[in-house]
């Protein structure tokens, strides 16, 4: 599902422009390279060539349900692989 990272994105924008007080590119880039906020996806930060720092989890449909199985210290399940078909799952 990808609607807590678009809405972490919105965040992570509004937060910046509201700290470059102004809306001209440049400022907001800079402010948003400063950012540590705590997003509803958890906490992102960015390094100094402005990639992001940003909690990720990887998902597997198993027994008809989507599980966990990334990163471990989740309590993530057991990768199935090869996955099996769609049909299967």
């Known amino acids: ?14 937060n910046a422009i509201e700290r470059a007080g102004k809306l001209d590119p440049g400022a907001i880039r800079d402010a948003m390279a400063t950012t540590s906020l705590q997003t509803v996806i958890g906490p992102v930060r960015f390094r100094p ?19 966990l199985v990334w ?15 769609w049909r299967d799952r």
């Open 1 to 14: 599902m990808i609607v807590g990272p678009a809405y972490a994105c919105v965040q992570i924008t509004a």
């Open 49 to 67: 060539d402005g990639t992001g720092i940003v909690p990720t989890v990887f998902v597997q449909w198993q027994a008809g349900k989507q599980e």
């Open 71 to 85: 990163p471990k210290d989740l309590g993530a399940g057991r990768v199935v692989y090869p996955a099996p078909r």
